[in-house]
């Protein structure tokens, strides 16, 4: 039932920045724009959310288009250790996810 | 940020049995969610537990196999039920709030 659209993988060179796309062409005006990672089989972590406006915090910057059918999570720097899947989601209330994007990052 | 602990953190049981899982929240929430991890997949929504009221299963999920309790505003439990090998998977709690927090996870083995 997710309700959007990541590719299945990306590399991504260490030091450089991490661009992982998102579709969310179906998204409801009053959802918002999620993104988690989950690594090697942990519980999924928090990266950062947002409704319309772009927004950053000290792990990543979330950019979402105007007609908020799309967005871009930005790994400025990237570190080994962010190797991980990690899974867009637009949610009101509940996180429903998808198959996610694995990021590898490569030295 | 919610501080979330699960009991236990992995089990091998045999076919035909049943095992609790439980999920502590060190903060009172509304709603906390159960998850489904199949290996090398998704993670997937069982159900969703509200103190004081029945849980809402998702499709493909019925309460009969997994039955749930939510007995107050810090704790869940997830019970798996006449268990298959198919049950094999993590299960992991979450409680909601601006950021919705994961648990560790539960790794089940069923053999």
């Known amino acids: 039932d997710a309700k959007t659209t990541q590719p299945p993988s990306m590399d991504c060179a260490e030091g450089r920045a991490a661009n992982l796309p998102c579709n969310h062409s179906t998204i409801s005006g009053n959802e918002y724009v999620y993104w988690y990672r989950q690594i090697h089989s942990q519980g999924p972590q928090y990266i950062i959310h947002g409704l319309k406006n772009n927004e950053t915090n000290e792990m990543a910057s979330l950019i979402i288009t105007e007609d908020r059918k799309s967005s871009t999570l930005i790994l400025p720097h990237a570190t080994l250790r962010d190797t991980a899947v990690y899974y867009c989601?637009?949610?009101?209330?509940?996180?429903?996810f998808g198959a996610g994007t694995r990021l590898t990052v490569k030295p | 940020s919610a501080v979330i602990s699960q009991k236990p953190s992995r089990d091998i049981c045999q076919r035909g049995t049943s095992l609790t899982i439980q999920c502590q929240v060190d903060s009172q929430v509304t709603m906390m969610f159960w998850y489904r991890q199949q290996p090398g997949q998704s993670l997937t929504l069982i159900a969703t537990a509200n103190q004081g009221s029945e849980a809402t299963y998702e499709s493909g999920f019925v309460i009969d196999k997994f039955p749930i309790s939510r007995p107050n505003l810090t704790f869940s439990t997830l019970t798996v039920s006449n268990m298959s090998p198919e049950d094999s998977s993590i299960y992991l709690c979450s409680v909601d709030g601006a950021e919705q927090f994961f648990g560790p996870g539960t790794r089940l083995t069923v053999l």
């Open positions: 989601i637009v949610s009101y209330n509940d996180m429903r």
